[in-house]
């Protein structure tokens, strides 16, 4: 059973950069699997940001483009996000999850990290 | 982008139920849909895949079905730790998108 852990600073300055880290325990960090960022504003329902591949490619969430960068270090089974320019609106849980090639389910995710923006 | 709409927003009811969930695509997704439950604080657990195929280790009492636009997720006989909130998910394109969800409450 895989297993995801987000790590990131809980606290980001309004303007500043968001970044968060996903280690991912197995093998299946190099399968035919895409590693995705999810978040949750308190309250509120689910947003994807986007995802990337092993091998670096990545689709991301219009609505987030300009902002997010998401990317992959293959030795560590790590992969990250980076959001720039963050306000209050992006204060959110942030999981990051494995979604399954074939049928493209998030099947495994992580417990969750909660960033707060504010000053 | 795809919206996703859940209803109802919330459901009461009690053990022993039958409930009906419906999610609904605002475009063609074939059978691209996705069923989770989450429990406040936790982590979204995914419950039926590609419409209505049930994961690994998740009960029989949950089922789904539907096809093109319209979906449906029921519950057979509801158990007390079926009361969580429930989300509907898109993965037929980017971005994926996911209902804005339904809390079934007792």
């Known amino acids: 059973q895989v297993q995801l852990q987000e790590s990131g600073p809980g606290l980001v300055k309004p303007s500043g950069t968001l970044s968060l880290a996903c280690v991912v325990s197995?093998?299946?960090?190099?399968?035919?699997?895409?590693w995705s960022w999810v978040r949750q504003p308190p309250g509120r329902g689910l947003e994807w940001i986007g995802e990337?591949?092993?091998?670096?490619?990545?689709n991301h969430n219009p609505s987030l483009e300009k902002r997010v960068t998401i990317s992959v270090d293959n030795p560590t089974n790590q992969f990250s996000l980076r959001l720039t320019s963050v306000t209050a609106a992006d204060t959110a849980v942030y999981f990051c999850a494995r979604r399954m090639p074939r049928y493209g389910h998030f099947d495994s995710w992580g417990p969750g990290t909660l960033v707060t923006v504010s000053s | 982008d795809i919206q996703m709409t859940q209803s109802p927003s919330s459901l009461s009811a009690s053990v022993g139920d039958r409930v009906t969930i419906t999610c609904r695509a605002s475009?063609?997704?074939?059978?691209?849909l996705n069923w989770y439950q989450q429990y406040p604080g936790k982590a979204p657990k995914l419950l039926i895949y590609a419409a209505s195929t049930l994961q690994s280790g998740v009960p029989s009492r949950f089922s789904g079905s539907g096809s093109e636009t319209d979906f449906t997720l029921s519950i057979s006989s509801l158990q007390a730790d079926d009361f969580a909130t429930y989300y509907c998910?898109?993965?037929?394109?980017?971005?994926?998108?996911f209902g804005r969800g339904t809390k079934l409450e007792i």
């Open positions: 998910q898109q993965s037929y394109t980017v971005p994926r998108t």
């Open positions: 990337i591949f092993h091998n670096g490619n990545t």
């Open positions: 475009q063609y997704i074939s059978t691209y």
């Open positions: 197995d093998d299946s960090f190099r399968s035919d699997n895409w």
